[in-house]
């Protein structure tokens, strides 16, 4: 049946200023057709039919050639260090280079030093001895080398034979089709006879539910329609890192206070704790040095004694190494349907120094204790806390309303949220906070020095 839809066709080409790439006469499948078009408004583009670049479709490849055309900044790769020899190597890089680590501490500016040539030295010794990371998806898991054997096979033949209709092709296709088959039934079966608990099938529920390549709609702010990948980074950074400036701030945060308490917080550290506050925790997504938890603990022999030198010195100056207040900020979609033209539909993850975390984390954990211990905060506040979580909080609601019902009374509860409240915390009010509670100087310094001079790279999907 024909739908005349040429016509349609051939306006849009005029209206657009669109020009046909395919060279006349040159088929695009097997059956002497061209039907594979390429249109183009760009000079000097060109489509040309690979044959070498034939797959197991009915349809040829079309390679598209766009001379000067600029695209897009990349990020740099990550790189990965998993196998025991990339392992091993990267240890030994680390060994041989610790000695040029400076070992002045004395000011913020050897400070920032000392914790750049670790870092420079961690990541120099990842990228010579690991790989880059696979930007594509992963690998089908039922995929063999008998698989990979029988496509090559059926590509060499395809070379051979462009067109498709010579019978080695089909018989060659069939097979590459019959090996797959068989390699899919026998991964299936082995992998449902294996499930040992839940866990092992929600694991390949998961696999089978890849969302695959997610492309989100156009942004939307104040009536203005941003498209391409760079427009809607700039956008999301500017609705949700800049929403407020150092203008909404007090002026002084060091003016005279009068605390009720003096808080002990000694600024010594010992090696276990530098340990334990940098090694001992989840393997969390690192920063832009792409050093992992995992590297980190593998060359702590090495770099210990330094990076225990480094947390100590900082808390006791009040200082934040510059290298630890560069971040990488990814936008994900929250979770639930939501609008994604909506900037609040999306949330920045701030990837951060897994090295730098590891002294946020101690003196947090030194914080949290001590807030506690010499009663700072209100004894039914929890968050954050040692011993106190959202649980308390539910159960002591529930015997509240328990309570009230048994006593034939009407429970009430408000709740409160503050948007944003994490991302707008004010600097020099959070310094001036501190020094009211009875925290000792050197750490309300730190506490400014941590919030002060951050700069952070958006990424964006692939930008």
């Not at 040159?26 to 000079?43: E, H, K, R, S, V």
């Amino acid at each position: 049946q024909t739908t005349n839809r040429g016509q349609e066709i051939a306006g849009w080409v005029s209206e657009n200023d669109l020009s046909l790439l395919n060279t006349l006469d040159i088929p695009t499948n097997p059956y002497g057709n061209t039907i594979d078009l390429a249109f183009t408004n760009l000079p000097l583009a060109e489509a040309v039919v690979e044959d070498h670049l034939a797959t197991s479709s009915d349809h040829f490849t079309l390679s598209l050639t766009f001379s000067d055309v600029r695209s897009t900044p990349v990020q740099p790769g990550k790189i990965r260090v998993t196998t025991e020899d990339e392992l091993k190597r990267f240890v030994e890089i680390v060994e041989l280079g610790a000695t040029g680590i400076p070992l002045t501490d004395s000011t913020p500016e050897e400070l920032d030093e000392l914790a750049s040539s670790l870092v420079s030295l961690l990541t120099s010794a990842a990228k010579a001895s690991g790989r880059p990371a696979r930007k594509d998806g992963r690998p089908a898991p039922w995929w063999t080398e008998e698989c990979a054997d029988a496509a090559a096979a059926f590509r060499a033949i395809r070379r051979s034979y462009p067109l498709g209709f010579n019978q080695d092709v089909q018989i060659a296709k069939r097979g590459f089709h019959r090996v797959v088959r068989r390699a899919k039934r026998r991964y299936w079966r082995n992998l449902i006879d294996g499930f040992s608990s839940s866990s092992d099938v929600f694991k390949a529920v998961r696999w089978l539910k890849s969302p695959g390549a997610f492309q989100p709609p156009p942004l939307q702010i104040d009536n203005v329609v941003y498209e391409s990948q760079m427009d809607k980074a700039n956008a999301l950074r500017q609705a949700t890192l800049e929403r407020r400036t150092a203008e909404d701030d007090i002026a002084n945060a060091w003016t005279p206070v009068f605390p009720p308490r003096s808080i002990p917080f000694s600024p010594e550290i010992s090696l276990e704790e530098a340990q334990y506050a940098t090694c001992h925790t989840g393997n969390t997504s690192p920063g832009s040095d792409n050093i992992t938890v995992k590297l980190l603990e593998a060359v702590w022999h090495t770099i210990g004694t330094h990076v225990r030198r480094l947390f100590e010195r900082c808390l006791t100056i009040g200082h934040h190494p510059k290298p630890f207040r560069e971040a990488e900020v990814v936008m994900i979609t929250k979770p639930g349907r939501r609008d994604l033209t909506e900037p609040r539909a999306w949330r920045p993850i701030s990837l951060l120094s897994c090295l730098g975390k590891g002294l946020e984390r101690l003196i947090a954990r030194r914080l949290a204790w001590a807030a506690v211990h010499y009663s700072v905060l209100h004894p039914q506040q929890a968050g954050a806390l040692p011993k106190r979580s959202a649980t308390d909080l539910v159960t002591a609601l529930v015997h509240d309303i328990e309570e009230a019902f048994a006593r034939k009374k009407v429970a009430t509860i408000v709740t409160m949220d503050v948007q944003g409240a994490f991302d707008t915390v004010m600097r020099n009010r959070l310094i001036l906070r501190l020094r009211e509670q009875g925290w000792p100087n050197h750490l309300a310094r730190w506490a400014g020095s941590f919030m002060g001079g951050r700069s952070a790279r958006v990424r964006y999907q692939d930008t």
